[in-house]
């Protein structure tokens, strides 16, 4: 039994997706790092042969899923109800999170201009964020951060899946570093513009 | 810095509900114009926004109207401090707006993140896992497939609702063909490849519905054009393409002689229960 097949098989008969460690349960042969060879040599083989699925990566864990293009077929049973989209002001108070957490409901609402404590709620009752912790500072306000099941249902590896600033099309980049819209981790816009780093 | 003032506010017409919070519509009234975010006409803007306010205020709820109430204040207070001479406020570091116009390209980004979150779930949600394609429903799944005898259906046509009893106006109900009916099921399972028996009454929320949707429903049996599953008594019951689906309306039709009469039963059905009230 070659480890891809064996990688294949607990893949197939999986519902939901798997991190290389849960696989690795399967054998003794197994370690984490030889599965993720074996989900490489799948991949490329699922490809050759044109299959109408593929292994993906959803957040730390592999799940095998039709590819896009035979959407249109599958949306024809569509006795079995969809989830629904989120609404676009659950889209963006997710962002917001996602970016930067963990932060609290005062936080969000600072950023939005509005008051979001039941849209937050609903995204915990969705489990597409989580309490990640408190903080500082009066009656220790629960802090925010995105799950596992955010990665998955945006369909990203990570969080590093987030678009950055290049990503997005904005045309006010060249001014962001003299009006002090500042972010955590992008390294663009050079330190020392000195200007407003003020925010809230 | 450009001086602002100048044009008059333009007529804006817009929905306040539509806006998630004082900062969207601020975005709104600077990107339907074309303003510079970094030199916004604030007298300009803080007409239009009050504008927009006095419209649609009422209509909110009293905590989204403070929202938009408290944005107000804050672009009246910019515009008068505006208006003071820069030279006569010495420690005047930074331009009014500047405070604004961060929360404004905060905003604007997570708006944009938003845009490119919103198109990777929808890439996403043409992914689909094991388990997509037609479960059997959500009781525990029956053993073997179960052919409905008639009196199983008649019991499942007992989930027809009532009328309300409510309704005070008795309009005269437009007599539903059982024809009527067929063609819908036909319909509905071209689309998917099974429907619940209630899709065919539900909307109607009527028993005139729902009697000519259970002859309908047997008149199709009785063709093989439809089969109709139950896992158990009292369980959702389902209707299934049959052998003889795809079968045109004529070649079935031509049977219609024998058929079931429909349309009597249900008027046998209707004259009863006007008796039973009368």
Not at chain 1, 139 to 147: A, E, V
Not at chain 2, 30 to 37: C, M, P, T, Y
Not at chain 2, 122 to 139: E, L, M, N
Request: with cysteine; hydrophobic share 35%; net charge negative.
């Amino acid at each position: 039994m070659r480890p891809e097949q064996v990688v294949e098989a607990t893949l197939f008969a999986s519902e939901g997706s798997l991190t290389p460690t849960d696989i690795a349960r399967a054998d003794e042969d197994l370690t984490p790092s030889r599965v993720e060879e074996a989900v490489q040599t799948l991949r490329g083989l699922y490809e050759d042969q044109e299959r109408s699925f593929q292994i993906y990566q959803l957040g730390d864990g592999y799940q095998i899923l039709t590819r896009p293009e035979y959407a249109p077929y599958l949306e024809r049973f569509d006795s079995v109800p969809k989830a629904p989209g989120l609404s676009s002001a659950a889209v963006e108070t997710l962002a917001i999170v996602a970016y930067r957490q963990p932060i609290s409901r005062v936080e969000v609402e600072e950023i939005r201009g509005v008051s979001s404590s039941s849209v937050l709620n609903t995204l915990r009752d969705w489990e597409l964020i989580e309490v990640v912790g408190r903080g500082e500072g009066l009656g220790r306000p629960l802090l925010y951060g995105t799950t596992e099941r955010f990665l998955d249902h945006f369909g990203f590896q990570s969080l590093d899946d987030l678009p950055t600033p290049e990503d997005l099309p904005v045309t006010l980049r060249e001014e962001e570093s003299e009006t002090g819209e500042e972010e955590e981790s992008e390294p663009a816009g050079a330190a020392g513009t000195g200007g407003d780093e003020a925010r809230g | 810095m450009a001086e602002d003032g100048d044009d008059g506010p333009e007529p804006f017409v817009v929905e306040l509900e539509r806006f998630h919070g004082p900062l969207d519509l601020l975005l709104h009234l600077i990107r339907s114009q074309d303003i510079d975010i970094f030199d916004i006409p604030i007298a300009r803007i803080t007409e239009q926004f009050q504008a927009a306010l006095s419209a649609g205020l009422d209509r909110l709820e009293l905590d989204r109207a403070g929202e938009f109430l408290e944005m107000a204040s804050t672009l009246v207070r910019i515009k008068a401090q505006l208006l003071i001479p820069r030279n006569e406020s010495p420690d005047w570091e930074e331009d009014p707006r500047a405070d604004l116009v961060r929360r404004l390209l905060e905003y604007e980004h997570f708006q944009e993140v938003a845009q490119v979150l919103m198109s990777a779930e929808a890439d996403r949600s043409r992914h689909f896992a094991k388990g997509y394609v037609p479960r059997i429903p959500d009781t525990a799944p029956p053993v073997e497939d179960l052919e409905l005898t008639l009196d199983e259906l008649m019991e499942a046509a007992r989930g027809v609702p009532e009328p309300a009893e409510e309704a005070v106006h008795r309009a005269p109900t437009r007599r539903v063909r059982v024809s009527e009916k067929i063609s819908l099921a036909r319909r509905l399972l071209e689309e998917s490849e099974r429907v619940p028996f209630e899709r065919l009454y539900e909307p109607w929320k009527d028993r005139y519905h729902g009697v000519a949707g259970l002859l309908g429903c047997l008149e199709m049996a009785r063709r093989q054009a439809v089969r109709v599953r139950q896992a158990e008594a009292f369980a959702q019951v389902w209707l299934y393409r049959g052998e003889r689906f795809w079968e045109t309306e004529e070649e079935a039709g031509e049977e219609e002689a024998g058929a079931l009469d429909g349309a009597r039963l249900a008027h046998d059905l209707a004259a009863s229960e006007e008796g039973s009230e009368g």
